[in-house]
C-alpha cells in the first residue's frame, strides 16, 4: 500500500506551467520575499492547518542570523496566475521572531523546516563565528496558532512549544554528544518519521551520513541514532542539504550531488533510495550532464510517482557563454518532472533563475497545497570586482500543476 505524501496532498498530474524569471505567465507567477531587515536567505514556505481555511502559507526565513516566521497571504492563486508583473503586486508578509533564549543561541546559520503532526519544526546551527567549524545543531516545535496569534497581537516574539540539542561536541546534554566528531552542522536536513523529527548530518570528510531522530516531545532521548558511510552521494559537507522525502511504504528517498565542488569538479545528482531505518542506501539513478554541475536540490514526489525537482545548477569548465558567473552555492535554479523517480527520464523542464545574468540563484525548496507547487530560492547580486555575491533575497514561485490533482 502506498504511503500519502507527507503534506496529505495527492496528485495524478505531470506537468507545470513555465514563466520567465522576471515574473508570472501562464500557470505560475512570482514574487520576491524579504526578511524585517531587508534580506534574507533559506527561506521555506509551506502549508499548515490554516492555508485550507484563510489561504495563507507559513514561512520562515534567516534575516541577519536571526530566525524568522510569518505567514503570507497569497489571495486567490487562481486569479494571480497569468498577472505578469507579480513582484508589483506581491502579498504583504507579516514577521515574527522565533523566541530562541532558551537554547542560548544569540545567531543561527543554516535552518530546514518542514509541517508534519500538527506543528511546524526547525533545525538550525548555531553560528560560532565560521560556518566551517558550526557544532551545536537544534530542532525547535512551532504551533501554527502560537503563530498566527502572535501577528494578530503585534507581538515581538513567538515562543517555540519545545526545543532539544539534537548533536554537538561540546553539550552532553545533547541528543547525539561525541567530542571527537567532526560534523559540520549547518549542513544538513530533517524529515518527518512515524516516531518524530530525523536529523540527518553529514560528515566532512568519511562520506557517512548520521541520522539522529528525535521523539514528538522533543525529549531528552533520541529515538533513533543512525550511521551509514561508503556513500558516493555523500562526498564532502555540503551535499547533505539535498532532501528526503517519503516514498513507497518502509522506504525512503534521497535527492543529493555527489561533491559540492561546481567550479571544478564533474558531479552528478544522485536519487538515492534506503531503507525505514536509513540504512541500506542503494543509488537508484544519476542525473548527469557535461555541461553542467550540480548543488542543491529539492523534490515532491506525485501520487504516479513522478519527480518535481529543484535543482541548483552551474556551467562546467569551458561551457560558460558571454556575462555567465559562478560563486559558490550559486547557478541556475531549474524545475524539472522525472518520470517515475528515474533521473534519466525527463519529462519537462524550465529555468527558472539563470546564472547568465548579475543576479544568481542558490538554495531552492519545494512544497505544494493540492495543485498548487510552491518553489523558495535565494538570489544574490554578483559583484565582479569582489568575486562575491550580495543583496541576498528571496524569491517565492507558484505554479498550477495541470491535470486531476485528487
Not at 195 to 216: F, Q
Not at 314 to 339: F, Q
Amino acid at each position: 500500500m502506498r504511503r500519502p505524501p507527507l503534506l496529505g496532498f495527492a496528485f495524478s498530474s505531470s506537468s507545470f506551467s513555465q514563466a520567465s524569471n522576471s515574473g508570472g505567465s501562464g500557470g505560475s507567477f512570482e514574487i520576491e520575499v524579504t526578511g524585517p531587515g531587508g534580506g534574507g536567505t533559506w527561506l521555506f514556505a509551506l502549508p499548515d492547518e490554516f492555508s485550507n481555511t484563510d489561504g495563507t502559507f507559513m514561512l520562515s526565513i534567516a534575516d541577519s542570523r536571526v530566525l524568522y516566521v510569518g505567514r503570507i497571504d497569497l489571495g486567490s492563486l487562481d486569479d494571480r496566475l497569468g498577472s505578469g508583473d507579480a513582484d508589483a503586486a506581491a502579498a504583504s508578509i507579516d514577521w515574527v521572531e522565533v523566541d530562541l533564549a532558551s537554547t542560548g543561541v544569540s545567531e543561527i546559520t543554516d535552518h530546514y523546516h518542514v509541517y508534519a503532526f500538527g506543528k511546524h519544526w526547525i533545525s538550525f546551527a548555531a553560528y560560532d563565528g565560521t560556518d566551517a567549524t558550526d557544532t551545536d545543531l537544534w530542532l525547535v516545535k512551532i504551533d501554527p496558532l502560537d503563530v498566527v496569534t502572535a501577528l494578530a497581537r503585534g507581538a515581538a516574539t513567538v515562543t517555540p512549544v519545545a526545543e532539544v540539542l539534537v548533536f554537538s561536541t561540546t553539550d552532553s546534554t545533547a541528543l547525539r554528544y561525541d567530542a571527537s566528531e567532526t560534523y559540520q552542522t549547518n549542513d544538513h536536513f530533517i524529515v518527518p518519521v512515524p516516531t518524530g523529527i530525523a536529523v540527518a548530518i553529514g560528515h566532512p570528510t568519511n562520506a557517512s551520513l548520521r541520522v539522529i531522530t528525535a521523539d514528538r516531545m522533543l525529549s531528552s532521548t533520541a529515538v533513533g541514532d543512525v550511521e551509514f558511510g561508503d556513500i558516493r552521494a555523500f562526498y564532502d559537507p555540503m551535499s547533505p542539504t539535498g532532501s528526503a522525502i517519503a516514498s513507497l511504504e518502509g522506504d525512503w528517498k534521497l535527492l543529493v550531488p555527489s561533491s559540492n565542488s561546481p567550479a571544478t569538479t564533474q558531479n552528478e545528482l544522485n536519487l538515492i533510495e534506503t531503507d525505514a531505518a536509513f540504512s541500506a542506501p542503494t543509488t537508484t539513478s544519476s542525473l548527469t550532464n557535461t555541461a553542467y554541475n550540480f548543488q542543491m536540490a529539492s523534490f515532491v514526489e506525485l501520487a504516479n510517482r513522478d519527480l518535481v525537482v529543484a535543482l541548483n545548477r552551474v556551467p562546467t569548465s569551458g561551457n560558460y557563454t558571454s556575462g555567465e558567473t559562478v560563486v559558490k552555492d550559486y547557478g541556475d535554479i531549474v524545475l524539472a518532472i522525472y518520470n517515475a523517480a528515474d533521473l534519466s527520464s525527463e519529462e519537462q523542464s524550465a529555468v527558472i533563475q539563470s546564472c547568465s545574468h548579475a543576479q544568481l540563484g542558490a538554495r531552492p525548496h519545494v512544497s505544494r497545497l493540492d495543485r498548487w507547487l510552491l518553489t523558495c530560492w535565494d538570489r544574490a547580486t554578483y559583484d565582479s570586482g569582489t568575486s562575491l555575491v550580495s543583496g541576498q533575497v528571496c524569491r517565492l514561485r507558484v505554479d498550477l500543476l495541470s491535470g486531476t490533482p485528487w
